[in-house]
Every structure is written in C-alpha cells, then in structure tokens.
Nanobody, 128 residues
Framework: QAQPVESGGGSVQAGGSLRLSCVSSLYTHRTDFCMAWFRQAPGNEREGVAAISTGGGSTTYTDSVKGRFTISQEKAKNTVYLQMNNLKPEDSAMYYC????????????????????WGQGTQVTVSS
C-alpha cells in the first residue's frame, strides 16, 4: 500500500488555524477503510488525534481536540483533511497521516498497530 502524503503544516500563533491534507491511493481501490491523524511532540508518544471511516464518514476525536479540530474527506481527490482551529501551543507536534486497510475499530482506534501505512509527517508549530 502506497505511503500517504501529508501537507499543510506550518507555524501559527495561538488561536490561529491550519488545514492539513493527506492524499492516499487507498481510495482508488477500497471503499471502506480507516484514515487517521496522529501527532508526536518531542519526548512524547505518538498519539491519535482523529479518525474517519471512509465508507460512512463516521469520525472520532481525542478529547483534547474536540470542538476545535475537524477531520473530513474528499473522495474525488483521494484526500483526508484535518481542519485545526483555535490552535494552542500544546498542539505543536509532527502530524502524521495513517491508513488502514480495514474499517475503523472504534473501541481502539488509537492503536498504531492497526495502521499499515504512514506518511512522513508535517510539522505544526503554535506559538503563544
């Protein structure tokens, strides 16, 4: 499975917004699978941020980003987005897009082992 490709990171001040994009070729040969965004700050574990089921469009978020981040998809462009609003310094991290061949396991969607393909990451830096 081809590696997803992320884009859209950058540096913003607290309260600002960014939109990350992730292109995955998995859209061209599967209809129902799981796409997710993870992030990793220096010294921290990689953590799940948001996930979307590509078939039905169901989504989930980690508690710290609920109400601020939105994951969405545009199937015609093989793309998943992460709209990040009201950014905080603690959101600073390398953000990774991940793809799974299977549908989202909502009980354990943050399990990194569920995702077989990862992007290279895009850096998000939020200054106070």
């Amino acid at each position: 499975q081809a590696q997803p490709v992320e884009s859209g990171g950058g540096s913003v001040q607290a309260g600002g917004s960014l939109r990350l994009s992730c292109v995955s070729s998995l859209y061209t040969h599967r209809t129902d699978f799981c796409m997710a965004w993870f992030r990793q700050a220096p010294g921290n574990e990689r953590e799940g941020v948001a996930a979307i089921s590509t078939g039905g469009g169901s989504t989930t978020y980690t508690d710290s980003v609920k109400g601020r981040f939105t994951i969405s998809q545009e199937k015609a462009k093989n793309t998943v987005y992460l709209q990040m609003n009201n950014l905080k310094p603690e959101d600073s991290a390398m953000y990774y897009c991940a793809a799974s061949l299977w549908t989202c396991n909502w009980r354990d969607w943050k399990a990194k082992g569920s995702f077989g393909s990862w992007g290279q990451g895009t850096q998000v830096t939020v200054s106070s």
